[in-house]
């Protein structure tokens, strides 16, 4: 059981190697039915004068996908960024350099996850409201899927959905390089490692891209 928060002598050791598989073997425990637990009284306590995680996810806001559960991570130990369709804007890059460049986090993880209705209604070309927008970010996707799919290029298509979610990983990282020096600078350096993966609704499982 997990009882100690990580202190920021612990986070100036990590490297975004090790945080990526500690979250994968985290991801591991969760899928075998085996979490460590935590002793979340103690961590609220050891955690109110300050926070030092050691990642940041930016995934959906599906909750089927509760990101500290399906990686086993407890109270101070990673930022999560949620928006529908886990893609970067102007507040979602802020929120990943805070993490990264004040806060100390070793590695920013695009987590995506099989089935999204984001990104289904994207494939589909929905139009509703404010959602509208939303999705227009993940049309990039969406193109780019019909080039390498055959078949409907729309949600019917479960191979071109799952092509979609993996593309709007992958072109989201490269514009969290595009549009933040920061984080670029960062991992050119080798302070951070910017990742994607995919989260399986079926087996629960954390596959990386």
């Given at each position: 059981m997990k009882n100690?928060?990580?202190?920021?002598d612990v986070q100036s050791r990590l490297t975004p190697n090790s945080v990526l598989k500690d979250l994968l073997n985290g991801n591991e425990r969760f899928v075998n039915g085996n979490l460590e637990g935590a002793d979340n009284a103690a961590l609220v306590q050891q955690t109110t004068g300050g926070q030092f995680p050691k990642a940041v996810v930016l995934s959906c806001i599906d909750s089927r996908v509760p990101?500290?559960?399906v990686l086993d991570q407890a109270i101070g130990d990673i930022?999560?960024?949620?928006?529908?369709g886990n893609f970067e804007n102007t507040d979602i890059l802020g929120s990943l350099e805070y993490s990264c460049k004040v806060a100390g986090s070793k590695l920013v993880l695009v987590l995506g996850h099989e089935a999204c209705g984001?990104?289904?209604?994207?494939?589909?070309?929905?139009?509703l409201g404010n959602i509208?927008?939303?999705?227009s970010n993940i049309a990039p996707a969406v193109k780019k899927s019909a080039d390498e799919v055959e078949g409907e290029a729309n949600s019917s298509n479960a191979e071109f959905v799952a092509k979609t979610v993996e593309n709007n990983v992958k072109l989201t990282i490269d514009r969290i390089r595009e549009k933040s020096p920061i984080l670029k600078e960062m991992e050119?350096?080798?302070e951070i490692s910017i990742v994607g993966a995919v989260y399986?609704?079926?087996t629960g499982k954390?596959?990386?891209?």
């Amino acid at each position: 059981m997990k009882n100690t928060a990580i202190t920021k002598d612990v986070q100036s050791r990590l490297t975004p190697n090790s945080v990526l598989k500690d979250l994968l073997n985290g991801n591991e425990r969760f899928v075998n039915g085996n979490l460590e637990g935590a002793d979340n009284a103690a961590l609220v306590q050891q955690t109110t004068g300050g926070q030092f995680p050691k990642a940041v996810v930016l995934s959906c806001i599906d909750s089927r996908v509760p990101v500290e559960t399906v990686l086993d991570q407890a109270i101070g130990d990673i930022f999560v960024a949620r928006v529908a369709g886990n893609f970067e804007n102007t507040d979602i890059l802020g929120s990943l350099e805070y993490s990264c460049k004040v806060a100390g986090s070793k590695l920013v993880l695009v987590l995506g996850h099989e089935a999204c209705g984001a990104v289904k209604a994207a494939c589909d070309g929905v139009e509703l409201g404010n959602i509208t927008h939303l999705l227009s970010n993940i049309a990039p996707a969406v193109k780019k899927s019909a080039d390498e799919v055959e078949g409907e290029a729309n949600s019917s298509n479960a191979e071109f959905v799952a092509k979609t979610v993996e593309n709007n990983v992958k072109l989201t990282i490269d514009r969290i390089r595009e549009k933040s020096p920061i984080l670029k600078e960062m991992e050119d350096k080798g302070e951070i490692s910017i990742v994607g993966a995919v989260y399986s609704l079926q087996t629960g499982k954390v596959e990386m891209i």
